[in-house]
């Protein structure tokens, strides 16, 4: 008896079981063909972008049905060596193989995006989806791949599959989600009204409308910094989301031991974004420097650095005349207000979260732009350090206390307070 409508209300219930990845900020990736509308329901209710997983399997070349590996974009190649040793497949014959499903992998991959480039995986949380999955050989392979693109965390989501396939692919994913997994299972379709076969022109359809949704979502940026006293000139790497309609951008400068994939300042992020304004998320040191402690500490460096990235987003096509805020967490809430009170960099707002603002020192009476200063009612020595800074500042300024909440308001409802109390900020500071 059939348990879905459609693929597009399969997607819709599988969405709702994944709504707790939300705050990751996953990429959701679809099985073309059938795995893309089910996949477009999930990217839409997770705020997420789509793409598809474009894999073909490596078939022994005297056994086509048995597959040796795997190949993805990319260049991206995952053999079974054991399957490899006990068929004897030698390296040239591997490499026939691969070289004629490479060009179908080529050639669907343009069909299907055009010329839009694929959705960046590499440290990401990535959302595996397809219609159904019956043996699993192809939903195996596009975990293999999604793997080695560099995926922080896999997640297999599907509607129906049956049990024993499930358990085959638990292994490969760090989360499998499937809404039935019913006994009696012989194909996929049996279990939808309407399994009617998706066409490359929906698959073009789905990723088109998908891309305007989330215009520049996620946009992976390389920003060139000069040298800064005896450190020379880098490249730092953020991501920035720019919401359609955006009329303010915020930059987080994030503190020590933390980075951009800071789960604590995506989620910030993304309820910043989900009331219309643009974020930069980036590192105000590269990894080498992150090693130094010295560097994390050194606050004048990180402020004339988050000048310069200011200087260098005020120039980007895609945020040509926004107004800009700061967020600061720990010591990057002192290279925020450092860099507010340079001339050079006009700030509409700072919202310091957990942060050490008395590290910005004699810069505190020079900030202009109004600072929200946001502590936990138990982090008792940053809770007084930032008083201390609030009497020395002159500009608009309020400390707001979360009760309950420590340092790094991992207390139940301490973060989401904290998140709400900035995004009321900056909508009041820097949009019309």
Same mark, same amino acid.
């Given at each position: 008896m059939p348990i879905f409508r459609d693929r597009r209300d399969a997607g819709r219930l599988l969405a709702a079981r994944l709504g707790a990845l939300r705050p990751e900020r996953p990429v959701v990736v679809g099985l073309p063909r059938g795995g893309v509308p089910v996949a477009a329901e999930v990217a839409e209710f997770l705020g997420a972008p789509l793409d598809v997983i474009v894999v073909r399997k490596l078939g022994v070349p005297f056994q086509p049905e048995l597959g040796m590996g795997a190949i993805g974009e990319g260049g991206v190649r995952v053999l079974n060596d054991e399957v490899v040793r006990l068929t004897g497949v030698g390296p040239a014959e591997i490499a026939e193989v691969e070289a004629r499903e490479r060009v179908e992998i080529e050639r669907r991959a343009r069909r299907f995006r055009g010329d839009r +480039?694929?959705?960046?995986?590499?440290? *990401?949380?990535?959302? @595996?989806? %397809?219609?159904?999955?019956?043996?699993?050989?192809?939903?195996?392979?596009?975990?293999? @791949?999604?793997?080695?693109?560099?995926?922080?965390?896999?997640?297999?989501?599907v509607p129906v599959a049956p049990p024993d396939t499930l358990a085959a692919l638990s292994d490969?994913? %760090?989360? @499998?989600?499937?809404? &039935?997994? +019913?006994?009696g299972f012989n194909a996929v379709g049996q279990w939808y009204e309407d399994f009617t076969q998706t066409s490359d022109n929906e698959v073009v359809r789905l990723l088109d409308e998908a891309a305007a949704r989330s215009v520049d979502w996620d946009e992976e940026v390389t920003i060139p910094v000069g040298p800064v006293g005896p450190v020379g000139p880098v490249e730092l790497? #953020? =991501?920035?989301?720019? +919401?359609?309609?955006?009329?303010?951008?915020?930059?987080?400068?994030?503190?020590?031991?933390?980075? *951009?994939?800071?789960? *604590?300042?995506?989620? @910030?992020?993304?309820?910043?974004?989900?009331?219309?304004?643009?974020?930069?998320?980036?590192?105000?040191?590269?990894?080498? &420097?992150?090693?130094?402690?010295?560097?994390?500490?050194?606050?004048?460096?990180? #402020?004339?650095?988050?000048?310069?990235v200011t200087e260098?987003? !005020?120039?980007?096509?895609? =945020?040509?005349?926004?107004?800009? #805020?700061?967020?600061?967490a720990s010591t990057g809430a002192a290279a925020a207000l450092w860099a507010?009170?340079?001339? !050079?960099?006009?700030?509409?707002?700072?919202?310091? *979260?957990?942060?050490?603002?008395?590290?910005?020192?004699?810069?505190?009476? &020079?900030?202009?732009?109004p600072t929200l200063l946001i502590v936990g009612g138990d982090d008792d020595v940053v809770l007084e350090l930032n008083r201390r800074a609030a009497a020395a500042m002159r500009c608009e300024h309020v400390v707001e206390?979360? +009760?309950?909440? =420590?340092?790094?308001? &991992?207390?139940?409802g301490a973060l989401e307070a904290a998140a709400r109390l900035a995004a009321d900020w900056f909508l009041d500071h820097l949009t019309p």
């Open positions: +480039p694929a959705v960046e995986l590499d440290g *990401r949380t990535v959302v @595996v989806v %397809d219609d159904g999955i019956a043996t699993g050989g192809t939903a195996r392979a596009a975990l293999e @791949v999604v793997r080695a693109h560099g995926a922080r965390t896999v997640v297999l989501a490969l994913a %760090d989360e @499998v989600v499937c809404l &039935e997994s +019913p006994a790497v #953020g =991501t920035l989301t720019v +919401p359609a309609g955006a009329s303010a951008v915020v930059v987080f400068a994030h503190g020590s031991g933390s980075s *951009r994939h800071s789960p *604590r300042n995506r989620y @910030v992020a993304q309820v910043l974004q989900d009331v219309g304004l643009a974020t930069l998320l980036f590192d105000l040191l590269t990894r080498d &420097e992150e090693t130094d402690r010295a560097n994390v500490f050194d606050v004048d460096l990180l #402020g004339t650095r988050l000048v310069a260098w987003l !005020r120039e980007h096509p895609d =945020t040509p005349g926004l107004a800009v #805020g700061y967020f600061g507010a009170a340079a001339a !050079r960099a006009t700030i509409g707002a700072v919202v310091s *979260r957990g942060g050490r603002p008395d590290l910005a020192g004699g810069r505190l009476p &020079e900030v202009a732009a206390v979360i +009760p309950g909440a =420590t340092h790094l308001f &991992e207390e139940p």
